[in-house]
């Protein structure tokens, strides 16, 4: 089972940073991140709980992930499949003047945890033959991430991790701007999905 929540004494380990917090409406998380070494990318983990079903949450996710319209600014989204507990997308990310724009195409598979109610979506980059590569995008190779959700006693502790490297030659500074503020975004962004609001 994955840590609860949101005050910095419960981060993930020693070896993660604390960062951000917020609350709403049925909702708090806690952003922590981690740099290892040998790894070219930053992992950023939300930890929080959200007043919801995990059911619910997994199909809040699914609804963000999936959905065209929900794609965020500067992103264009396609749904390419959508099989049982499995979705394939292909996102193309608008990038500042100057920097090359990447896209990346991701696999998420869902399951669940039958003696524990426990839910899971897990995602990592994929291949597929309806996104083709552009000589004029980067393609996003090394990216992965998860959400965890998990029932407790009328509230769901929910965990989301992500990495991303964007390759190419982008300032760290830029790089890390962006995840941060996108994880908590994206936390948000299933919580109000889950509520209703």
Known sequence: MLPSPAPAADAPGKSWHTGQQATGDGWTYQIFSREAEGESFVRYRANGTIDAEPEVLVRSVRVIATDPERAPDGQTRRLLSAEGGAFVTWTVIDMPPLFSDRD????????????????????????????????????????????????????????????????????????QGMMAGMVGKTFEDVAREALGR
């Open 104 to 175: 990346i195409v991701t696999r998420g598979v869902s399951s669940l945890d039958e003696a524990t109610g426990a839910r899971r979506i897990d995602w990592k980059t994929t291949d597929d033959a309806k996104a083709p590569e552009s000589p004029d995008v980067i393609r996003i190779r090394d990216a992965a991430g998860f959400w965890s959700f998990t029932p407790n006693g009328g509230t769901t502790d929910v965990s989301y991790e992500t990495y991303l490297d964007l390759g190419g030659s982008l300032p760290g500074w830029l790089v």
